[in-house]
């Protein structure tokens, strides 16, 4: 089975960037859609983005369309996601979870089964 681990997560202004990080042990995500998730207090976990690991094929939320970019590495097993223009509502516990592919449909967050531990995201006004 397949482990992710995020990282990266950090406190940033509005406006500002980051980049997570999704490193996978146990095995290669090959053949797996890799979803991001996040989650504030009192919320469910929402996806913002998801990779179809074997293609590159991706989904976006509305929300992060055209700021957050999701990107695969292959050679180093490794997804990312690239946060541009936060926004204190982007403010949010961020997860790296996994589910067999091939399809991006059916994002909720109980039909990934493998998930890493979280990393926070802060952005400040």
């Known amino acids: 089975q397949v482990r992710p681990a995020e990282s990266g997560g950090g406190l940033v202004q509005a406006g500002g960037s980051l980049r997570l990080s999704c490193a996978a042990s146990g095995r290669t995500f090959g053949g797996h859609v890799v979803g991001w998730f996040r989650q504030t207090p009192g919320k469910e976990r929402a996806i913002v983005a998801a990779?179809?690991?074997?293609?590159?094929?991706?989904w976006y939320a509305d929300s992060v369309k055209g700021r957050f970019t999701i990107s695969r590495d292959n050679a180093e097993n490794t997804g990312y996601l690239e946060m541009n223009s936060l926004k204190p509502e982007d403010t949010a516990v961020y997860y790296c979870a996994t589910r067999p592919g091939p399809t991006l449909k059916a994002l909720g967050w109980r039909s990934f089964g493998s998930w890493g531990q979280g990393t926070n995201v802060t952005v400040s006004s």
């Open positions: 990779i179809y690991w074997s293609t590159g094929s991706t």
